[in-house]
C-alpha cells in the first residue's frame, strides 16, 4: 500500500465549502466556510462569526483575512 504525500495547499483545496476555524495570532477566533484561498493563504470566509475569549462579538457576511495574521486553521 503506498500513502500519497499531500501538501497544506491540496488540503485547504479539498476544504472549500466546509465549516472552517481561523485563529488569529491576536487570539481571535474567526469561524465561517471557506470560500477561497491564494498562495499567500489570504483567507476569504462567508457567514462569519467573531469570537473573542469565546463570546461572540460580531457577525459578518464575508471577511478576509490575510495570511500573515493566521495563526491556525482548523476544518470543523
Known sequence: MSLR???????LKQIIGRP???KLNSGVDYRGVLACL?????IAIEQTEEY???QLKNKYGDAF????NAG???CR
Open 72 to 74: 491556525i486553521f482548523t
Open 20 to 22: 472552517v476555524v481561523v
Open 5 to 11: 504525500k499531500q501538501t497544506p495547499s491540496d488540503f
Open 65 to 68: 483575512l490575510r495570511g500573515n
Open 38 to 42: 491564494d498562495g499567500y493563504m489570504n
Open 52 to 54: 473573542v475569549n469565546g
